[in-house]
């Protein structure tokens, strides 16, 4: 019951459908790159510079490959850096979270120096510098990308906690003689669900756009085709085939701009009460 | 005001254990890089000659305990002894001077059109709130937020350089030209049109979204009623009461975002060309001269600490609940 | 009877669809004369600040809207009036003053700008004057101090320094009619009291027609002339002061008025006096903030200061004051929610402050605690079967007889044991109520803690609720620790009560004592401060007799 009415509510926001539908379609052209382009995205198929909307549907790249490829290929990619970046960082940033705001205190003075502190460095930076260091791969995308996203998920964790360690509910938990552990994650976790899977999916959207700028200034995985790398490579065309850089671009503004749809149509349907008119 | 002093100390005394975090990070960087710690200093394969690099390991303590290693070179930095980059053939301090420059430029125009322009549309939506001009305002900002920096960046060149021909590509200024006096100002303003927008659509995006919601729900607090039960005219409840009461939330997140700006503007100098900090990291990552980036790492985590001081310092202006925080 | 000032008739206003019922304010008709209160009251719900705020037309819009009926001012029908003329009225003819002085003033203005704005959006005076103005105002509503308050930020006040800023702006232009919804509710007894006093000071002085919306009956004992009774949009009566509060004949204020607890206590009950189960001594808790390196000035504050207190086997011992006496804290230490700095909690003979903490559980389930608030006191997450049988899992009962003895508490409660497996938001205040009562059952406790519990509800179902814990105490021989605010309840449910005051108990014997001889200055002047103390309720039966010879 309670299911359908959150799809209910999920679906009267119009924008959030919009969003779904999108995300969907990525995530059947991500399913289905191995099957319509089977093989290597980086091989050669035909002249380079082809336009689009000729023998393929994107044309090719500077060397020769197929664009269309790529995009399907990148999909992938995108997706499965975001979600799994994501969920690094979710893990970080809520254990983090819940045990500052429900112990308080020195634990939580000291936890909270830790995130500002992480917080105060510019992540982007950070990032570049960490790929740099760990040199490029899709684990070190991926490590990168959550080193630099949990403390936002570490605040509104720790202020979720803080506000609801202080209810009356977690007080009777407590003179019931119910333990710490317990209290956090059976109690008090499962009360901030909602507001950590909105943020969450924000983040994967975030996700996204770090990865594709990592990759665009060269420091993604060099085996592995992405969006931001397929834009980086047109760049010097830009005079000639501006193409090149145009689709892979529109890929990731759709993909993001879905991902960020769906996200507020969640946050419409979780949090009824932090609806703005 | 006393109390507002104290506020701002405060504040000061909590940027200390950060600074210091920053560096005991840095440290831990560059044990964590791969190759000999001295050869890192000196800039992998840049070239420096052997007496360098043994200088460089009896200044750093390399020899001793790890932990004297990290006093050392907390003293290092804090003396401002960043070291020499062979890469460039030049001080660290003297490079990172020199760059600093174009980087606040860019990083500051891009914080006034984008807070300006943002609160401005933000206000714009929320009083036509559900009417087109709010729709128009609220679509764009979302496809804003969702559009990567150095797309939109190498679009517009596509668009006003190629193909209409109005504005410079890249770079701060016309070098060949030798402008001087205004010419040179009026010069390398023509060059920031470009980088400036790109960096600013984002973030007026978001500050126009932020404000939009934040002007919505303090105009549902009861004192706006109060307001109204007094005889005030909606305008003047507007930008008398609910203005500013919705521009707190909007500074926090500019000083939060102070940080995410810029590294915005690495990828925009990467993208424009522009001579600034960002560029200078992107060269140094290169040329794997590691010290050289985690200076500008360095440096630019201070350059968040200081922004956000900056922006304690208005926000203690605008709310005088500071004690109460 | 003069001219009214304001007419209200056939005032309906409808709720959005999906709503409950479809109108939030249905056919009411009202009149209010030049210097005289006329009070509003009714229950949570019953539409009186919705029927308040369409005179101004200050409904949310989009949400309510007003279908029908007439609103004169003076003969003027303000729901026709136009948008300008409307806002002349606002402030300067028809005044407001709001619930919570806090919300209702904008945080980042000083007080002295926000009463300014209203003098200077209706008349063309020079400033100086209109400070002058104000400085009489602020003096009028006797705040100390006017020059100062006049700079400050409404957080710089205390609470009831607030209110009366509030009535101040209300009053400056001496407005023909004083809309107050709820004035005194967010204040502690001693300052309602004095804001009561105010009002009526003011009436007399201005002549004003004061609206005067309240949901407690001895406000309305304490300063009304005319009484309107509310119940779900409806007006249900309404008549003089005396006529309603002595004579209500409609049978949902009589309801309403029979809920209000009586100040006088009931015989004192049976019970060991020797038998001593919980010995507070010398319990001190503090709470130090500020100080630290920047050499602020170290604030503390003393929730509780050598606190004694004896509990006995079947008594109930009231703890009152007002907020920020420390009530709760001292009880949150009892049960270790708060860590006390010093003194002995003996249960049994046993130091409880001792204990380590996981030395404590066991001891848990011979204290068990009752919350205020129904809607932030069970996780809204848990089925409440889950949230009651969770007490005896954690001290080793078996799943399913957990369940099944939570099941047999909810009938004991006096709710249907098939509501088991629904989750908290699926009940009302009062039913939440009784299921926070079956969590702290389930544990079959020695003690019950009860911190403030009837005071989130309405009076109707205060009156239920008090009657269930009479009853459970009753047949479980329990022992009630008993925190709150309202000496009237405190009157009617305690066996002896300790009066708090800053941390400190001033005051501590048999509730008959207390209420017949006050020793302590400070209970003296709670106790005249109870609103409508002079009013005796009439008896139930002499009101029904009445009803029945009625005109």
């Not at chain 1, 799994?84 to 120096?113: E, P, Q």
């Not at chain 3, 449910?493 to 004592?513: K, N």
């Amino acid at each position: 019951m309670i299911r359908a009415s959150l799809w209910q509510r999920f679906a009267a926001s119009r924008s959030g459908l919009i969003g779904l539908a999108i995300l969907v379609l990525v995530l059947i052209l991500a399913a289905s790159a191995p099957v319509f382009f089977p093989g290597d995205p980086f091989a050669i198929v035909d002249k380079p510079f082809l336009p689009p909307f000729g023998t393929h549907l994107l044309g090719t790249d500077s060397l020769g490959r197929d664009m269309a490829a790529g995009i399907a290929h990148g999909a992938g990619t995108s997706l499965m850096i975001g979600l799994v970046a994501t969920l690094a960082a979710l893990f970080i940033g809520t254990l983090i979270g819940a045990f500052a705001g429900f112990y308080g205190g020195l634990v939580d003075n000291l936890l909270m120096r830790l995130t500002e502190l992480f917080q105060t460095i510019p992540s982007f930076i950070f990032a570049i510098v960490l790929v740099a260091i760990l040199s490029p791969s899709l684990s070190s995308t991926i490590i990168a990308i959550a080193v630099v996203s949990w403390p936002p998920i570490a605040r509104l964790v720790r202020g979720e906690f803080l506000s609801l360690r202080r209810r009356e509910f977690v007080e009777a938990a407590i003179v019931l003689g119910m333990g710490d552990l317990q209290m956090i994650f059976r109690q008090i976790l499962p009360n901030c669900l909602s507001a950590i899977i909105v943020t969450g999916s924000l983040l994967v959207a975030t996700a996204i756009l770090v990865e594709s700028a990592l990759a665009f200034l060269g420091l993604g995985d060099p085996n592995i085709m992405s969006w931001g790398f397929m834009i980086g490579a047109g760049r010097t065309y830009l005079r000639t085939a501006w193409w090149l850089c145009a689709i892979p671009g529109i890929a990731i503004l759709l993909t993001v701009l879905a991902i960020n749809l769906v996200g507020e149509g969640l946050n419409d349907a979780l949090n009824p009460r932090l609806r703005t008119l | 005001m006393t109390a507002r002093l104290r506020f701002i100390l405060g504040r000061l005394v909590q940027a200390v254990p950060i600074v210091l975090g920053i560096i005991i990070l840095n440290f831990l960087l560059l044990h964590l890089a791969p190759g000999d710690v001295a050869t890192v200093l000196a800039g992998e394969a840049g070239g420096a000659p052997p007496e360098y690099v043994a200088q460089l390991r009896h200044d750093f303590g390399l020899d001793q305990p790890l932990w004297i290693q990290l006093l050392l070179y907390i003293k290092n930095i804090l003396s401002l002894d960043l070291g020499y980059s062979f890469r460039q053939s030049m001080p660290v301090l003297q490079l990172i001077l020199e760059r600093l420059g174009p980087t606040l430029l860019l990083m500051g125009t891009t914080l006034l059109i984008s807070v300006g322009f943002g609160v401005l549309l933000g206000l714009i939506a929320a009083m036509r709130v559900r009417r087109w001009a709010d729709t128009m305002i609220s679509i764009l900002a979302i496809i804003a937020y969702a559009t990567p920096l150095f797309w939109i960046g190498l679009m517009l060149i596509v668009l006003f350089s190629i193909k209409l021909d109005w504005l410079p590509t890249t770079g701060m200024e016309t070098v060949a030209a030798f402008y001087e006096g205004w010419d040179r100002v009026l010069d390398i303003a023509w060059h920031l049109v470009l980088p400036a927008l790109t960096l600013s659509l984002f973030y007026m995006a978001l500050y126009t979204r932020l404000m939009r919601a934040a002007m919505l729900e303090q105009a549902g607090m009861e004192y706006v009623t109060t307001a109204r039960a007094k005889g005030l005219t909606e305008r003047r409840i507007t930008f008398r009461h609910i203005l500013r009461n919705a521009f707190l939330p909007v500074l926090t997140i500019v000083g939060v975002q102070i940080g995410s700006l810029l590294g915005g503007s690495v990828i925009v100098e990467a993208v424009f060309a522009w001579p600034g900090l960002g560029q200078l990291a992107f060269q140094s990552l290169f040329a794997r001269d590691f010290n050289l980036l985690l200076v500008i790492f360095f440096l630019s985590a201070g350059l968040v600490v200081i922004v956000n001081l900056v922006v304690d310092v208005i926000y203690t202006l605008l709310d005088p609940r500071i004690e109460a925080r | 009877m003069p001219a009214p000032l304001l007419e209200i008739s056939g005032l309906t206003v409808d709720l959005p669809p999906g709503a409950d019922r479809p109108h939030a304010v249905e056919e009411v008709g009202l009149a209010l004369a030049e210097n005289e209160i006329l009070c509003v009251v009714g229950e949570s719900g019953s539409g009186k600040s919705v029927m308040a705020r369409s005179i101004l037309g200050l409904l949310p819009p989009r949400r309510l809207r007003v279908s029908a009926g007439r609103i004169l001012f003076k003969g003027e029908n303000l729901l026709a009036a136009s948008a300008a003329r409307l806002r002349q009225i606002r402030g300067g003819e028809i005044a407001m003053i709001f619930q919570e002085p806090m919300a209702a003033l904008n945080p980042l203005m000083t007080i002295g700008r926000q009463i300014d704005e209203v003098v200077a959006t209706h008349l063309n005076l020079p400033r100086a004057e209109r400070r002058q103005r104000a400085l009489e105002l602020l003096r009028a509503v006797h705040l100390p101090d006017p020059e100062r308050i006049i700079e400050a930020y409404p957080h710089q006040l205390s609470g009831g320094q607030r209110q009366r800023a509030m009535i101040a702006m209300a009053l400056i232009l001496e407005p023909a009619i004083i809309i107050a919804d709820e004035p005194t509710t967010a204040l502690d007894v001693t300052t309602q009291a004095q804001i009561l006093a105010l009002i009526r000071e003011l009436r007399q002085r201005h002549r004003a027609g004061i609206l005067f919306i309240t949901h407690d009956f001895g406000v309305v004992a304490e300063i009304a002339d005319r009484v309107a009774v509310m119940q779900r949009g409806r007006l249900v009566e309404w008549g003089t002061a005396a006529q309603v509060l002595n004579a209500p004949r409609h049978p949902y204020t009589r309801a309403l008025i029979a809920a209000v607890p009586n100040l006088d206590p009931p015989p004192p009950r049976p019970y060991d006096r020797d038998s001593v189960l919980l010995q507070i001594e010398g319990l001190d808790k503090a709470y130090r903030s500020g100080g630290g390196l920047l050499g602020r000035r170290q604030r503390v504050v003393h929730a509780a200061r050598d606190a004694r207190l004896a509990l006995r086997r079947g008594e109930t011992l009231g703890l009152v004051g007002e907020s920020g006496s420390g009530k709760s804290t001292l009880a949150r230490c009892i049960l270790r929610l708060v860590e006390a700095d010093r003194g002995a909690i003996r249960l049994d003979g046993v130091d409880l402050r001792r204990l380590s903490r996981r030395a404590m559980r066991p001891w848990r389930k011979r204290l068990q605690m009752i919350f205020q608030d129904p809607f932030a006191s069970l996780n809204p997450r848990a089925r409440i079967a889950e949230t009651i049988a969770a007490g005896p899992m954690l001290h080793g009962v078996p799943r399913a007889e957990a369940f099944a003895r939570a099941r047999e508490l909810l009938g004991l409660v006096g709710l249907d044991p098939r509501a088991a497996d629904r989750f908290p938001h699926e009940f009302s205040g009062g039913q939440r109520q009784r299921i926070g009562i079956a969590r702290a059952l389930a544990l079959r406790p020695d003690i019950l803690v009860a911190d403030e519990p009837v005071s989130a509800l309405d009076v109707s179902v205060q009156g239920q609720i008090l009657e269930l814990l009479a009853q459970i105490r009753e047949r479980l021989q329990l022992s009630m620790l008993f925190i709150t605010h309202d000496l009237r309840v405190a009157a009617q449910v305690c066996d002896s009560i300790a009066v708090m005051r800053r941390g400190e108990i001033v005051e501590y014997g048999p509730t008959a004592e207390i209420f017949a001889a006050p020793r302590h200055p400070y209970t003296r002047e709670l106790l005249a401060a109870i609103p409508g103390k002079a009013w005796t309720k009439p008896k139930t039966d002499a009101v029904a007799e009445e009803a029945g010879s009625g005109r």
